[in-house]
């Protein structure tokens, strides 16, 4: 009972108007009978940062890769609108080892008739703005951890995407860069504006960086929390403390003070 | 006293152990010469610093055990006759212009063999490696042909092509294609499939897929399938021009039997030695510069 979701994609950017980058309704995926996916219901309007949190094997993954339309051979069915173009960053940076920095970020790049840049003078203005400026040249295995996964970031970012997905891109990094990365990320964000769907384990994270925060348990959104705090956001804030705790419950664990 | 005990023992430690306590000229050229690139040591369980001319080393040990074998008449030079008689004989050959003729017949057939080869391999390649009913229809075949050796074929493409060099061509090309089909088809597949999401979500056309991450994924397959093809045409080439030739250094050798002349055979070997070798050197230096991206155990 494998229904061709992509389908319904088609079109979607006029249907979505410029309110909507993610519309969907009753999205159901399951693996071998398995129900991971469970009638998902999830609206990110433009330009809006959404973190997306849950606990190992609820289905985070799974649902960002129906909205990237990755998820070949895997059954289900439910209303998916998305808009038209979509970046996704990964866990790993996942950089071709045999391009270097500049034709990773460039990958597939199309130069829009009109304005006369070439996609290299983007590629090079974006690997500044991630603060890489003169490592073009550099082969990925040259970089270290957090810099292949800014060159992951340009490599989205340079495509101007509507919605930017992002499944745990800071997963494998140490806490400072991890920091620095958040500061990174609220900047591009702002400047660029694109609506962003981020995959984390991190709650702290999650309340640092995202408009609305939600929890996804046994195939549904169990909770969904707005994070309406000022910047700079710090975890010793009360308000802070508050939604991290509700968070936490919603993921079942109670916090313990020490 | 006790730091050139040490030189002797391990320099790179006496570098490493300078740079803390700050270098006076004398070791400051040492060390030049030492650490040219100023670059640290390979960690403990990375191979150690690269020999120069690594290549050469063994060869040339090699040669002199031959010099120094004749010389001393541990050798009976009517088995093998001595370096400079075969010095001799290649002066000779190549003043009468024998040598050059016959070498420019043997690599003209080995390398059109070759090169027809890599071309055969490669797309067969391609379209096994990139379409299922493709890896379903050659896969087996080549699989079967790679169990038959090419001389086994011989008396069959005799047949079929003649003893010309359409024939002596066939032979080299298909024991060539093979090697650098499997090499290349391996390649292909084990490229990363994370590689190929990441090609869907940055939305590369086909042929910019087959561009920018099949062909490059695939590359350190084709060239290690260089290496086996180049040494395998050579090889075939032996065999093609010792039977039913009137040309070619294979010729040369197997005319040079019937007299006994073991110094023509010798000059044979050693060109067909260093043919094989050099161009394997050749193929290794384009896999250094082509993989260049690579960090490997070797480096
Ligand atoms: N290709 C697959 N075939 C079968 N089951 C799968 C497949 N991919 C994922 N699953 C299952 O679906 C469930 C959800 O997987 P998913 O990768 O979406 O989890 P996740 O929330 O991203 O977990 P994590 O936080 O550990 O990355 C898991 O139980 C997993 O075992
Ligand atoms: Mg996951």
Redesign the pocket.
Known sequence: MATDVRGLVEGSARDLGDRLAVDVVGLTRR??D?V?LDQVDLQIAGGEFVALL??????????LKALAGLDYD?SGEGQLRVADSISVVFQDSRLLPWRRVLGNVTLGLRTQAGPGQSSEDRGLLSLAEVGLAGRERAWPTQLSGGEQQRVALARSLVREPQLLLA??PFGALDALTRMKMHVLLRRLCAAHKPAVLL?T?DVDEAIVLADRVIV?DQGKITTEVSVDLPAPRRAADPAFADIRQHLLRSLGIEETHA | MTAQLETRIDVDHLVRRTRSVGMNRAQDRRRAVVDPDNRRRPGRLGLRRRIPYAGAVGPLALLAVWVVGSALHWIDLRSLSAPWTVVATAGELISDGRLQENLATSSWRALTGLALGIVLGVVLALISGLSRLGEALLDGPIQLKRAIPSLALLPLLILWLGIGEPMKVTTITLGVFVPIYLHTHNGLRSIDSRYVELAETVGLRRSEFVRHVVLPGALPGFLMGLRFAVTGAWLALVVVEQINSTSGIGYMMELARTYGQTDIIIVGLVLYGTLGYSSDLLVRLVQRKALSWRQTFAD
């Open positions: 693996y071998q398995r991971i849950g606990r190992s094997g609820s289905g985070k993954t799974t649902l895997v499944d745990e995959v384990h996804l």
